[in-house]
């Protein structure tokens, strides 16, 4: 064994030693007082996500005379209607008919038989006081009231108006439904049983509530003079609160409720965590018990961005729809497009975004290089009909990949701009199939608002049975999109790119490596 794989073995036995450590004490985790930030809770901030809302901010300002921001706004409350009750086992709707309700609203006669797991007419309530909910913070942000017991307490009257019980224990052991309190603390624990009979999960005893909550309300207070930024104070409020849990049910869906508030009340976009999003979310929560926050707070910057990705990519869209004259809104466009282009502060906006991009063009050549020449140096031996090597583009290749770039973007839902901007570089793997990891640079929405992206996907090329050849669909090497503002500091914005390109690359050398 060489010491290569030596050192691989001890940190594969060493990772495993921490899980079973981290095992053992989630298994009967303890409930304790909450407390206050963490001490490098300024470190955990997310610059990008502050440059990025900065951006939006700029935008958002140009669509306040339009339906633009409110279309955007309704459509983004419904799926935190709709999602907040599907992670919480409430109720289950299908894909196809949950996005129907996010466009057109939320609807009984939307929702064909055999689409839910419960009738639709006691699926739709749910999903209207849940609406009704975040609605309520949206006008509590507008009356600019602080947050309070009382605030706490009616919000969970509102997410729980339609529901009338909730399961319980009696003291046989048996399952039963019992009153839900609406709005009102917790009289019993409710601690939870881990799955597989791991252990417990405690909450806070039910006769320590009224103080860990007047606690959790004075402390946040604190914050809100110390200016903590939103995705800091919105995971250390979510979670805190959880850890309270004062509700008999229905905690979840408060504390993304408060989530939802803080970053509402910065003039972000509420927290939405969707089906997709549960395992990852429920992985971050653990960790915050454990007493590290930072995975939440990642976690909630990074849904943030893909809101503000989405805003910025839509806004352009939905004023095509408004618009009632298709010719004067292509000349107005034109004519704002031309005029933007003569800005001093417009050239400058989009210099420093391109010379960012070059940056991390070069940084990923370099870094796919020396990959590429191991692997045609090794494979080389072993196969001669291996080939390897690492290429980007030029003013006569940089078309290349389009269709591939604009598909990824519509998986991760954004809009890629690829006639302001576009750059790619490849990793080539050529056998008798040719495998190729691709990183797409380009720009952000329809028109340039100095927000550039990198995406990254892995695409096969091979001859079908007539000798024509063919492209396999691509597959996406990250499930987010890597975003950057022409307003960051470089040495920044090339450290969070370096660990992004690291994960796209061991996704997509390893999906390689399954297909051989």
Not at 67 to 94: C, H, M, P
Not at 316 to 342: M, S, Y
């Amino acid at each position: 064994m060489t010491v290569e794989q030596e050192l691989l073995q001890l940190k594969a036995e060493n990772q495993e030693l921490k899980k079973k450590i981290s095992n053992l004490i989630m298994s009967n985790y303890k409930w304790y007082p909450i407390e206050d930030l963490p001490l490098n809770w300024s470190e955990l901030a997310s610059s990008q996500l502050q440059s990025l809302a900065s951006v939006w901010k700029q935008q958002a300002g140009t669509l306040q005379e339009s339906d633009v921001l409110k279309q955007f706004n309704e459509r983004l409350s419904r799926k935190w209607a709709i999602e907040t009750g599907i992670i919480e086992n409430l109720y289950s709707i299908d894909r196809g008919i949950t996005q129907l309700l996010i466009e057109k609203g939320i609807e009984t006669s939307l929702i064909p038989f055999g689409t839910t797991d419960k009738p639709a007419e006691q699926i739709v309530p749910l999903l209207k006081s849940q609406e009704e909910a975040l609605e309520g913070l949206f006008a509590f942000v507008a009356q600019k009231r602080d947050l309070s017991i009382s605030y706490i307490r009616e919000l969970h009257q509102v997410l729980t108006r339609q529901q009338a019980t909730v399961r319980g224990v009696n003291t046989l052991g048996e399952v039963v439904d019992v009153p839900l309190r609406r709005g009102d603390w917790k009289k019993l624990a409710n601690n939870a049983t881990l799955p597989k009979g791991e252990g417990v999960h405690e909450y806070c005893p039910p006769e320590q509530v009224a103080s860990e909550m007047d606690q959790l309300v004075t402390i946040h207070k604190a914050h809100v003079e110390k200016s903590i930024p939103p995705e800091v104070e919105a995971a250390w409020l979510h979670h805190r609160f959880t850890q309270i849990h004062p509700f008999q049910d229905g905690n979840g869906r408060v504390a993304r409720a408060l989530a939802s508030l803080i970053f509402i009340r910065a003039g972000w976009f509420p927290l939405v965590v969707d089906r997709d999003s549960r395992s990852k979310y429920l992985t971050c929560l653990e960790k915050a018990d454990e007493g590290d926050l930072g995975l939440l707070i990642s976690f909630f910057s990074e849904l943030q961005t893909k809101a503000f990705l989405g805003a910025l990519s839509l806004s352009t869209d939905l004023l095509r729809e408004n618009e009632p004259d298709p010719l004067k809104q292509v000349l107005d466009a034109t004519i704002d497009r031309l005029r933007a282009r003569k800005l001093q502060s417009f050239q400058q906006m989009q210099t420093k975004a391109f010379d960012l991009s070059k940056v991390l063009e070069d940084s990923t050549f370099a870094k796919l290089e020396p990959i590429a020449s191991l692997l045609d140096k090794e494979l080389k031996f072993l196969d001669f009909s291996f080939h390897v090597e690492v290429g980007r583009s030029n003013e006569n290749t940089d078309f290349w990949f389009r269709r591939e770039i604009l598909g990824s973007a519509k998986k991760l839902n954004y809009y890629a701009d690829t006639r302001t901007y576009r750059k790619w570089v490849r990793l080539k793997i050529k056998e008798v199939t040719q495998a190729e990891l691709v990183f797409s640079f380009h720009s952000l929405g329809f028109n340039f608002v100095g927000v550039m992206l990198v995406s990254a996907f892995m695409i096969y090329r091979d001859r079908g049975e007539d000798g024509e050849p063919s492209t396999s669909p691509d597959y996406p090497l990250c499930d987010y999109v890597f975003q950057f503002s022409y307003n960051e500091d470089k040495q920044e914005v090339l450290q969070r790119y370096q660990e992004w390109l690291n994960e796209a690359l061991l996704v997509g050398l390893n999906r390689w490596r399954k297909q051989l």
